[in-house]
């Protein structure tokens, strides 16, 4: 379950390494739950999760849309509060807007008066010295593939582009815990591919926990240590942990292989119950759904 | 005495130009266009290349290459057409009005023709009334403005910026704007007499409530998903002010300066309609009372010219903001 670091990764990403680097931290979930007040009536988003993350782990959390992912991940940066339980990093309860983590968000969130460069700087820890940061950041647009948009505003530039600044952002602060919102959703096949790979470069460069939101099934299995599967379970509302799969051997891994096909199919089950068909009695769809669901 | 004065330099300024840099300054707005930088360049590398080389040197190599992306611009967008179009209803007017007062299609003491207009002008500038009259009320205007648009900001950023301070300010603040304007004007003058303060006073009012409204709701409506994202890279207090709030509100805040400077003058005539012994105000009840309507015209036609100029300079800055901050 602990995280096997990767090694014989590419040059480039080994430069971004930096000497500050922080140290990967674990977390862990006690009980936690979470329940939104909307219309005077309490609804629970979260029940009762307990899960640990090993440092320097990778865990994708799939699960279907609106089960609770996002806020999940936003408790453990501590932009939100659970109603019950808690969240610690590394032993210490999350603080809140905890500056051990760097959020990637699920929308891009760049200021749109800031260059994409600037934007990128604003991820650093603050009081970077100037010509440090200047040097972060240009290596972190390069590895996004962004360094001819340093000076573009965020209106110029495409979603997909947008996407990989925001993720910039989020590396540039080298945080011990790394909560990555669908950063790849906007991407079309190939970049995303290029960021699956480059997101494994960085974390084998710099290990870090990595607690990964999907919608994609295969990403989660490619990249991941460990996947869980959020979802209701029984008629109670809140979504629990329904399914952990460990995913086996190491990364890279072999897209085509029969475990892999095995875990694949699995998980795609776990979300396809989800997706009510059996309940409101509409036959089960034969095929498996091919991402985007 | 100084409006006369004004008139006559920019005339002889002009008569006076020798001919090539006449057509250099009215040719550099057509092929140029507004970006005053560039208009700049373009002037001074012509003064370097000196006298002889004026028809090759980079301005002709300029000219071309700037002109190109300029002509797939619409009409409507480009800076001459702009200017031109802005002017042609006032010379229409004018035109008109010329019209029908020389016709005697409307009597004189109903309507007075330009020219009598301009003779007013110059009489009252000989006097040297014209040039204290509308300098005292742009002063006015400009105290008064001042005044109220810092308090206004101020307080917008406190209501808006912080629960407690909307808490305790907004219902109170709100209640003061819901008094019609014109109701302080009697307790001024019992306060402050008829002097400067009371008109300056009654203007900072009335640029204060459109600072304090549009600034307190800018930042009370900042995107939050991008607070949080400042929030969540460490900014918070004041940085977070500095790298979230304020540049998202710098557009509003522009646009509420713009109002509040339109109110001003708007105030600065209610104030000096009703008590004051100089400005555009007094110069307005003063003709009305002797019956000099081609006054009448003149000050409201300052005032236009005046607002106007006013508004275009901030305006100016406005545009400029919204390139940068929007
Ligand atoms: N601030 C809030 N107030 C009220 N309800 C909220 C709030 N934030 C989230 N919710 C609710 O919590 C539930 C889970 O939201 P969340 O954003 O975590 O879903 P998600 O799993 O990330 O979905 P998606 O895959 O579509 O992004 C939703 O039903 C949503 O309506
Ligand atoms: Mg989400």
Redesign the interface.
Same mark, same amino acid.
């Given at each position: 379950m602990t995280a096997t670091s990767v090694t014989g990764r590419q040059p480039t990403v080994r430069s971004a390494a930096r000497a500050d680097a922080t140290a990967a931290a674990p977390v862990a979930f006690r009980g936690v739950g979470r329940a939104f007040e909307s219309a005077g009536a309490v609804r629970p988003v979260l029940r009762d999760l307990d899960l640990d993350v090993a440092a320097g782990e990778i865990l994708a959390i799939l699960g279907p849309s609106g089960c609770g992912k996002s806020t999940l991940l936003r408790i453990a940066g501590g932009l939100d509060r659970p109603t019950s339980g808690e969240v610690a990093i590394d032993g210490t309860p999350v603080a809140p807007y905890d500056r051990r983590t760097g959020v990637g968000f699920q929308e891009p969130r760049l200021l749109p008066w800031r260059t994409i460069a600037k934007n990128v700087a604003l991820g650093l820890p603050r009081g970077t010295p100037r010509e440090t940061a200047r040097t972060q950041v240009a290596r972190l647009l390069e590895l996004v593939g962004l360094a001819d948009f340093a000076g573009h505003r965020p209106r110029e530039v495409s979603g997909g582009m947008a996407q990989r600044a925001s993720l910039a952002r989020a590396l540039a602060r080298n945080p011990g815990v790394l909560l990555l919102d669908e950063p790849f959703g906007a991407l079309d096949a190939l970049t995303r591919l290029k960021m699956q790979d480059l997101l494994l470069d960085v974390h084998a460069a710099e290990p870090t926990t990595v607690l990964l939101v999907t919608h994609d099934v295969d990403e989660a299995l490619q990249l991941a240590d460990r996947v869980i599967l959020l979802g209701a379970e029984g008629d109670e509302p809140g979504a629990v942990i329904r399914q952990t799969v460990v995913v086996p051997g190491r990364r890279p891994r072999d897209r085509g292989s029969a475990e892999l096909a095995e875990l694949r199919g699995r998980l795609l089950d776990g979300l396809g119950i989800d997706r009510h068909g059996v309940a409101r009695g509409v036959e089960t769809t034969t095929t498996i759904p091919h991402y985007p669901y | 005495m100084s409006g006369t004065d004004a008139a006559k330099t920019t005339s002889t300024d002009r008569a006076g130009l020798p001919d090539g840099s006449v057509d250099r300054h009215f040719a550099a707005p057509v092929v140029v266009g507004r970006p005053t930088a560039a208009a700049g360049s373009y002037d001074e590398s012509g003064t370097d290349v000196g006298p002889d080389a004026k028809d090759t040197g980079p301005a002709a190599s300029v000219a071309p290459r700037s002109r190109e992306p300029r002509d797939r611009r619409p009409l409507t967008r480009r800076r001459w057409f702009v200017v031109v179009g802005g002017a042609l209803l006032p010379i229409a007017l004018l035109l008109v009005w010329q019209l029908v007062s020389t016709n005697g299609l409307v009597p004189v003491s109903q309507l007075p023709s330009p020219e009598m207009v301009w003779l007013a002008a110059i009489d009252l500038a000989q006097r040297g009334l014209l040039g204290q009259y509308v300098a005292i009320s742009t002063q006015r205007v400009l105290l008064g403005f001042a005044t109220g648009a810092a308090i206004g900001l101020a307080l917008g950023a406190v209501v808006g910026l912080s629960r407690l301070g909307d808490i305790l300010l907004a219902p109170t603040l709100g209640a003061i704007r819901a008094v019609p304007s014109l109701a302080w004007v009697p307790l001024l003058i019992l306060w402050f007499k008829i002097g400067e303060e009371s008109k300056i006073i009654l203007i900072a009012i009335g640029a204060f409530f459109p600072v304090y409204t549009i600034v307190a709701a800018a930042l009370r409506h900042v995107d939050r998903?991008?607070l949080? %994202? =400042? @929030?969540?890279? =460490? @900014?918070?207090g004041i940085?977070l002010f500095a790298?979230?709030q304020l540049? %998202?509100v710098?557009p509003s805040v522009l646009s509420a300066l713009r109002l509040a400077l339109a109110q001003s003058w708007l105030f600065l005539v209610a104030a000096e309609l009703i008590a004051s012994s100089m400005g555009l105000g007094f110069l307005l009840v003063d003709s009305g009372n002797n019956g000099r309507i081609d006054r009448i015209f003149l000050a409201i036609i300052l005032l236009a010219v005046l607002g106007k100029l006013t508004d275009a300079i901030i305006g100016l800055f406005e545009r400029r903001a919204i390139l940068?901050?929007?």
């Open positions: - | 998903q991008l949080e %994202a =400042g @929030r969540a890279f =460490g @900014r918070h940085s790298t979230v540049p %998202a710098v940068r901050w929007a």
